[in-house]
Nanobody, 124 residues
Framework: QVQLMESGGGLVHTGDSLTLSCAAS????????MAWFRQAAGKEREFAAA????????YYADSVKGRFTISRENAKNKMYMQMNSLKPDDTAIYYC?????????????????WGQGTQVTVSS
Protein backbone atom coordinates (compact mmCIF):
# COMPACT_ATOMS: atom_id res chain seq x y z
CA GLN A 1 0.00 0.00 0.00
CA VAL A 2 1.28 3.45 -0.94
CA GLN A 3 0.71 6.43 1.34
CA LEU A 4 0.75 9.98 0.01
CA MET A 5 1.37 13.27 1.77
CA GLU A 6 1.05 16.70 0.21
CA SER A 7 2.83 19.87 1.26
CA GLY A 8 3.43 23.37 -0.03
CA GLY A 9 -0.01 24.92 0.09
CA GLY A 10 -0.63 28.36 1.51
CA LEU A 11 -2.15 31.81 1.11
CA VAL A 12 -0.90 33.84 -1.84
CA HIS A 13 -1.98 36.79 -3.95
CA THR A 14 -3.17 36.82 -7.55
CA GLY A 15 -0.23 36.33 -9.89
CA ASP A 16 1.96 34.63 -7.31
CA SER A 17 3.50 31.17 -7.60
CA LEU A 18 3.48 28.08 -5.39
CA THR A 19 5.04 24.66 -5.65
CA LEU A 20 3.16 21.69 -4.25
CA SER A 21 4.95 18.49 -3.32
CA CYS A 22 3.66 14.98 -2.84
CA ALA A 23 5.75 12.40 -1.03
CA ALA A 24 4.98 8.71 -1.47
CA SER A 25 5.87 6.14 1.14
CA UNK A 26 5.15 2.51 1.87
CA UNK A 27 5.09 0.01 -0.98
CA UNK A 28 6.45 2.29 -3.70
CA UNK A 29 8.32 -0.42 -5.56
CA UNK A 30 5.84 -0.85 -8.39
CA UNK A 31 4.96 1.46 -11.24
CA UNK A 32 2.23 3.99 -10.58
CA UNK A 33 0.85 6.98 -12.37
CA MET A 34 0.16 10.09 -10.34
CA ALA A 35 -2.05 13.12 -10.54
CA TRP A 36 -3.16 16.28 -8.84
CA PHE A 37 -6.84 16.94 -8.30
CA ARG A 38 -8.44 19.90 -6.59
CA GLN A 39 -11.69 20.59 -4.82
CA ALA A 40 -13.07 24.04 -4.22
CA ALA A 41 -15.60 24.66 -1.47
CA GLY A 42 -19.01 23.40 -2.50
CA LYS A 43 -17.76 21.85 -5.72
CA GLU A 44 -16.82 18.39 -6.89
CA ARG A 45 -13.24 17.23 -6.99
CA GLU A 46 -11.77 17.97 -10.40
CA PHE A 47 -8.74 16.90 -12.36
CA ALA A 48 -5.82 19.33 -12.56
CA ALA A 49 -2.80 17.44 -13.92
CA ALA A 50 -1.48 13.90 -14.32
CA UNK A 51 1.83 12.29 -15.13
CA UNK A 52 2.80 8.80 -16.24
CA UNK A 53 5.31 6.55 -14.48
CA UNK A 54 8.09 7.61 -16.84
CA UNK A 55 7.15 11.26 -16.58
CA UNK A 56 6.49 11.91 -20.24
CA UNK A 57 3.52 13.62 -21.92
CA UNK A 58 1.78 15.06 -18.86
CA TYR A 59 -1.92 15.88 -19.02
CA TYR A 60 -3.46 19.16 -17.88
CA ALA A 61 -6.94 20.49 -17.39
CA ASP A 62 -7.67 23.40 -19.70
CA SER A 63 -8.08 25.64 -16.67
CA VAL A 64 -4.43 25.19 -15.62
CA LYS A 65 -2.70 24.52 -18.94
CA GLY A 66 0.18 26.91 -19.52
CA ARG A 67 0.31 27.95 -15.86
CA PHE A 68 0.87 24.69 -13.95
CA THR A 69 3.66 22.17 -14.50
CA ILE A 70 3.58 18.66 -13.08
CA SER A 71 6.77 16.65 -12.59
CA ARG A 72 8.07 13.70 -10.61
CA GLU A 73 11.29 12.23 -9.27
CA ASN A 74 10.82 8.49 -8.99
CA ALA A 75 14.15 8.00 -7.24
CA LYS A 76 12.86 10.22 -4.43
CA ASN A 77 9.25 8.98 -4.60
CA LYS A 78 8.09 12.52 -5.06
CA MET A 79 5.77 14.45 -7.36
CA TYR A 80 5.50 18.19 -7.75
CA MET A 81 3.28 20.82 -9.27
CA GLN A 82 4.67 24.24 -10.01
CA MET A 83 1.77 26.70 -10.10
CA ASN A 84 2.35 30.08 -11.70
CA SER A 85 0.08 33.06 -12.36
CA LEU A 86 -2.32 31.92 -9.67
CA LYS A 87 -5.88 33.20 -9.76
CA PRO A 88 -8.63 33.31 -7.12
CA ASP A 89 -10.37 30.52 -9.10
CA ASP A 90 -7.42 28.28 -8.23
CA THR A 91 -8.41 28.39 -4.56
CA ALA A 92 -9.06 24.80 -3.49
CA ILE A 93 -7.78 21.86 -1.53
CA TYR A 94 -5.23 20.13 -3.74
CA TYR A 95 -4.97 16.36 -3.55
CA CYS A 96 -2.21 14.06 -4.69
CA UNK A 97 -3.37 10.72 -6.10
CA UNK A 98 -1.77 7.55 -7.38
CA UNK A 99 -2.91 4.54 -9.35
CA UNK A 100 -1.04 1.31 -10.18
CA UNK A 101 0.36 1.05 -13.67
CA UNK A 102 2.35 3.24 -16.00
CA UNK A 103 -0.46 5.21 -17.61
CA UNK A 104 -2.09 8.30 -16.18
CA UNK A 105 -5.81 8.94 -16.39
CA UNK A 106 -7.99 11.97 -15.80
CA UNK A 107 -10.77 10.38 -13.76
CA UNK A 108 -11.14 10.58 -9.99
CA UNK A 109 -12.50 7.05 -9.90
CA UNK A 110 -9.36 5.58 -11.49
CA UNK A 111 -7.10 6.58 -8.62
CA UNK A 112 -6.79 4.20 -5.71
CA UNK A 113 -4.65 6.14 -3.25
CA TRP A 114 -5.12 9.70 -2.05
CA GLY A 115 -3.35 12.13 0.20
CA GLN A 116 -5.05 14.27 2.83
CA GLY A 117 -4.85 17.42 0.72
CA THR A 118 -3.21 20.81 1.08
CA GLN A 119 -5.09 24.10 1.01
CA VAL A 120 -4.23 26.71 -1.60
CA THR A 121 -5.90 30.08 -1.21
CA VAL A 122 -5.40 32.85 -3.76
CA SER A 123 -6.57 36.30 -2.73
CA SER A 124 -7.52 38.96 -5.24
Amino acid sequence: QVQLMESGGGLVHTGDSLTLSCAASGRTGGMYAMAWFRQAAGKEREFAAAITWVGGAPYYADSVKGRFTISRENAKNKMYMQMNSLKPDDTAIYYCAATPGPRATLSVSDYTTWGQGTQVTVSS
